[in-house]
């Protein structure tokens, strides 16, 4: 019996230990500037040849990024600038980044980057005739 009384509090100061451990850990690993991921149904769009997926939206740090795909067997996409005419919520862009191209530029995941914690219409402008339009 003096086991046991001896044993139980230990055991609860361990876990009362423990508890408080993993909340510190957890707020140490949210930082104040952290991503929003907004949620995305998966929009897409296609015209000329040309697919457009958008395939998240991040905000973070008081920007708006848009992560798309292009994908085409026509145009090379990697020559296409998507920061002149586009714009989020009548914002225009303030930055385009092809984060990767392959097979000629004709498959290119690229960034659309807005100042400011946007949502509304959206449109991807990659020259004159290629215009695509979406609501985010």
Same mark, same amino acid.
Request: proline content about 2%.
């Given at each position: 019996?003096?086991?046991?009384?001896?044993? #139980?509090? @230990?055991?609860?100061?361990?876990?009362?230990?423990?508890?408080? #451990?993993?909340? %510190? @850990?957890?707020?140490?690993? *949210?930082?104040?500037?952290?991503?929003?991921? %907004?949620?995305? &149904?998966?929009?897409?769009?296609?015209?000329?040849?040309?697919?457009?997926?958008?395939?998240?939206?991040? /905000? /973070?740090?008081? /920007?708006?990024?848009?992560n798309?795909?292009?994908?085409?067997?026509?145009?090379?996409? *990697?020559?296409?600038?998507?920061? #002149?005419g =586009?714009?989020?919520?009548?914002?225009? =862009?303030?930055?385009?980044?092809?984060?990767? =191209?392959a097979t000629?530029?004709?498959?290119?995941?690229?960034?659309?980057?807005?100042?400011? &914690?946007?949502?509304?219409?959206?449109?991807?402008k990659?020259?004159d =005739?290629?215009?695509?339009?979406?609501?985010?």
């Amino acid at each position: 019996m003096k086991k046991i009384l001896i044993i #139980f509090p @230990l055991v609860l100061l361990i876990m009362a230990f423990i508890f408080i #451990f993993i909340k %510190v @850990l957890k707020l140490n690993n *949210s930082p104040a500037n952290a991503i929003d991921q %907004v949620a995305v &149904d998966t929009l897409t769009d296609s015209q000329d040849g040309i697919d457009i997926t958008i395939n998240s939206i991040e /905000k /973070k740090d008081g /920007k708006t990024v848009i992560n798309l795909l292009l994908n085409n067997h026509v145009y090379d996409l *990697s020559k296409m600038d998507a920061k #002149f005419g =586009s714009s989020l919520a009548g914002v225009k =862009s303030n930055d385009y980044k092809i984060i990767d =191209s392959a097979t000629g530029g004709h498959h290119v995941q690229s960034q659309l980057i807005f100042d400011g &914690d946007l949502s509304g219409p959206l449109t991807i402008k990659l020259n004159d =005739s290629l215009i695509f339009n979406f609501t985010i």
